[in-house]
């Protein structure tokens, strides 16, 4: 039972862990026990709970908790692949970035037919209501890092780290629908090249939005 320590302690699924849960902590811990270069690096760390869901379509996302969606999925991502999406705690996201490149890899030989992706869990907190009580008192301001911008830029700083976002821009449709293009750093072009397609989509059943990821056209392209 000593992979289970791998779950939050404050995860409702530390008692009571899915399959996919357990297999995922599993995994990590024996990475931790058998790999003595990683030991020190993964003992403390923890991700939040784990869920298979085929698909979040038809949610009002904007309206719920981030960290109350889906904290680890499996996604059908096109072309008969599938995506892990685990999700951890904001203050252990640095440690999880440490280790992250190599973490990632190493599942991914475990989960042969999916790959790995970590999110923080953020909170996106509703906008402050004034009433009519409540006008002359001054109301108390959300942190920006809880607005739904901020969690959505940082869904997207997630999902492709460690590769940079040297750019975005919003295209708008014929039909009025909106299409954001991430620019990634041109220099990570052969080692994320084929997760493109899955970054789009597990970025649009989380948010609801569409989005597509690729690198600059030319040396001289700015955005």
Same mark, same amino acid.
Request: glycine share 6%; hydrophobic share 35%; no cysteine.
């Given at each position: ?9 404050? =995860?409702?699924? *530390? ?21 003595? &270069? ?5 003992? @403390?760390?923890? /991700?939040? =709970? ?60 475990? /989960? =042969? ?29 959300? @942190? ?17 780290? @460690? ?33 493109? &397609? ?10 609801? *939005?569409?989005?597509? /990821?690729? /690198? ?8």
């Amino acid at each position: 039972m000593a992979h289970l320590n791998k779950i939050a302690a404050n =995860s409702p699924s *530390r008692q009571n862990p899915s399959e996919l849960e357990t297999s995922i902590a599993n995994a990590i811990y024996d990475l931790e026990t058998n790999t003595a &270069d990683m030991r020190s690096a993964l003992r @403390p760390l923890q /991700f939040v =709970s784990a869920k298979e869901v085929r698909s979040l379509i038809g949610l009002d996302l904007g309206l719920l908790a981030v960290e109350k969606l889906i904290l680890a999925l499996q996604y059908e991502v096109g072309h008969g692949k599938k995506a892990i999406v685990i999700n951890v705690p904001v203050p252990l996201l640095a440690g999880f970035h440490k280790v992250q490149q190599r973490l990632t890899r190493e599942l991914e030989k475990k /989960f =042969s037919d999916r790959q790995v992706i970590f999110l923080a869990q953020r909170r996106i907190l509703p906008r402050p209501k004034r009433s009519n009580r409540s006008r002359t008192n001054q109301t108390q301001k959300r @942190p920006r890092s809880r607005t739904l911008t901020a969690v959505y830029d940082s869904i997207l700083t997630d999902l492709v780290y @460690p590769v940079e976002i040297v750019g975005k821009r919003t295209r708008t449709r014929v039909d009025g629908s909106k299409l954001l293009k991430v620019i990634l750093d041109e220099k990570e072009r052969g080692g994320v090249d084929h997760r493109l &397609d899955t970054y789009s989509e597990v970025y649009r059943k989380i948010t609801g *939005r569409g989005v597509a /990821f690729e /690198f600059p056209m030319g040396a001289g392209t700015e955005y």
